[in-house]
């Protein structure tokens, strides 16, 4: 199993631009999540999905959109890119609610300059 | 609203030595999750540990252990014998019962505890 995998790893933006960050898990979870994290703090909520077809936001969605038309598949779009979107982004998966922990994929760093 | 505190930003240690990290955490709910992450250089976030409100009993793994009370809202992790492998980020992060909307578990973290284990 790949576990949860992020592309891209690395990705400079300008002012205004917009992009797709991929993620894709492989075990077969119904639970998936977007989290960014900035330097010297912990990770935020940006999106979860709790199933195909089905998202909400998170604490911090301005500026992003979600979808999930597979239940592999949970991509995260930026609109209009702005600096304060400068961060790490996450993508997490779990089995099933509450006690299950979180398996996260390797992150991509993006810069909006 | 559910809270984690790490209050250590940054701990340096000797390889060989032991060092706690602290989390404090605040919720209301009875029944919640607790959870220790490891950020080491390379970036990725590694799952290390899980217990549930219910379960206070002290946990080792190795050279890893983690000590639990609910008396005073904590759940430390130890260390044994650090090594220079131990250096990372580590996270403490709560989960609550109450679900998110349709299910899921909603994580909180911690700011997180930049252990340096050197020579």
């Known amino acids: 199993n790949a576990g949860v995998t992020q592309t891209p790893k690395f990705r400079i933006l300008k002012i205004g631009q917009s992009m797709t960050l991929q993620c894709t898990q492989d075990?077969?979870?119904?639970?998936m999540y977007w989290y960014r994290q900035d330097p010297g703090m912990g990770l935020k909520l940006i999106y979860y999905?709790?199933?195909?077809?089905?998202?909400d936001k998170g604490e911090v969605p301005n500026g992003y959109n979600v979808s999930r038309s597979t239940t592999e598949d949970f991509p995260l779009r930026l609109e209009l890119a702005a600096p304060s979107q400068t961060s790490v982004y996450f993508c997490?998966?779990?089995?099933?609610?509450?006690?299950?922990?979180?398996?996260f994929g390797p992150g991509t760093r993006l810069t909006v300059t | 609203a559910q809270k984690v505190t790490q209050a250590q930003t940054e701990i340096s240690v000797v390889e060989k030595e032991d060092v706690t990290l602290d989390c404090v955490y605040e919720?209301?709910?009875?029944?919640?999750?607790l959870f220790w992450y490891k950020q080491p250089p390379s970036g990725e976030l590694v799952f290390l540990i899980r217990?549930?409100?219910?379960?206070?009993q002290n946990e080792i793994s190795g050279r890893y252990s983690w000590n639990f009370q609910k008396s005073t809202s904590s759940f430390n992790f130890t260390i044994t014998a650090s090594q220079v492998v131990d250096s990372a980020v580590y996270f403490c992060?709560?989960?609550?019962?109450?679900?998110?909307?349709?299910?899921?578990?909603?994580?909180?973290f911690g700011t997180g505890t930049q252990l340096k284990v050197e020579l």
């Open positions: 992060a709560l989960s609550e019962a109450t679900k998110l909307t349709g299910g899921g578990n909603k994580l909180t």
């Open positions: 919720t209301r709910d009875t029944t919640y999750y």
């Open positions: 217990r549930n409100s219910f379960d206070e």
């Open positions: 075990m077969n979870h119904n639970y």
């Open positions: 997490a998966s779990s089995y099933i609610a509450g006690a299950n922990e979180q398996y």
């Open positions: 999905s709790v199933g195909a077809g089905i998202t």
